[in-house]
């Protein structure tokens, strides 16, 4: 089975700090993905990327960033975090070949920023 | 714009009775994928079922179906015999498929339902 794991499972974290969020998947897909749920509005697409420093941005890329040096790792950024990014944040891989199946979604961190 | 919509933000249902969660979606394409996905109180999310757009029947997947409406653009997830597990959050989502100018994957989901199984 693809594992998709995400570094951190809870994340607190203060105004203004730089916070990195880690994604890393073992099954070799081409296609990773970060999203933000908050309740009401479901999940939000931030970034996405499909190759190896090759990135788009989503819906509500402002306040975000991301880096894919390696094809197995997809790692979000808050450049300076505010209280607005407190949110659960789920990382999803899909192979292109495969996107009859949906995505493979890692277990989610839940960040707090204070 | 795709858009997903899901109305009901809440539901209950009784142990063993079968329940409908709605979903509607928007598209101007005329090849996609719907999905539904599963999110219990641990945050997990588990793929339940998916129906591609030229699919001429409904998916089912063991107690799970989906009643695809194309002319109506609805994908409802039917649970049939509800257990207490089932309580948890469901998602609708769905794919673009853009075979001449890339597919990417990716999913607009809908603001999700939450499902409350009661004993």
């Known amino acids: 089975d693809v594992k998709v794991t995400q570094s951190s499972r809870y994340l607190v974290k203060r105004t203004g700090e730089k916070v990195f969020l880690e994604c890393v998947q073992d099954m070799d897909h081409e296609n990773m993905f970060w999203y933000r749920q908050d309740p009401g509005l479901g999940l939000r697409l931030i970034y996405f990327?499909?190759?190896?420093?090759?990135?788009e941005k989503g819906d509500i890329p402002e306040g975000y960033s991301v880096s894919r040096e390696k094809k197995e790792r997809f790692s979000l950024i808050l450049e300076s975090a505010s209280t607005n990014q407190t949110s659960m944040y789920l990382c999803a891989t899909v192979r292109v070949g495969g996107l009859h199946y949906g995505y493979t979604f890692g277990s989610g961190t839940r960040l707090t920023v204070v | 714009a795709q858009k997903i919509t899901q109305t009901q933000p809440g539901m209950f249902v009784q142990e063993k009775e079968a329940v409908t969660l709605d979903c509607t979606y928007d598209?101007?394409?005329?090849?996609?994928?719907l999905f539904w996905y599963k999110q219990p109180s641990s945050g997990e999310m588990i793929f339940l079922i998916y129906q591609g757009s030229y699919d001429q029947q409904n998916a089912t997947e063991g107690r799970y179906s989906l009643n695809f409406q194309k002319a109506r653009k609805s994908a409802n997830l039917v649970i049939s015999a509800s257990q207490l597990g089932d309580s948890a959050m469901y998602f609708c989502a769905m794919r673009e498929d853009r075979p001449y100018s890339g597919n990417t994957g990716k999913l607009i989901f809908g603001q999700g339902t939450t499902l409350q199984v009661k004993p």
């Open positions: 598209t101007s394409d005329p090849s996609y994928g």
């Open positions: 990327s499909y190759d190896v420093k090759m990135k």
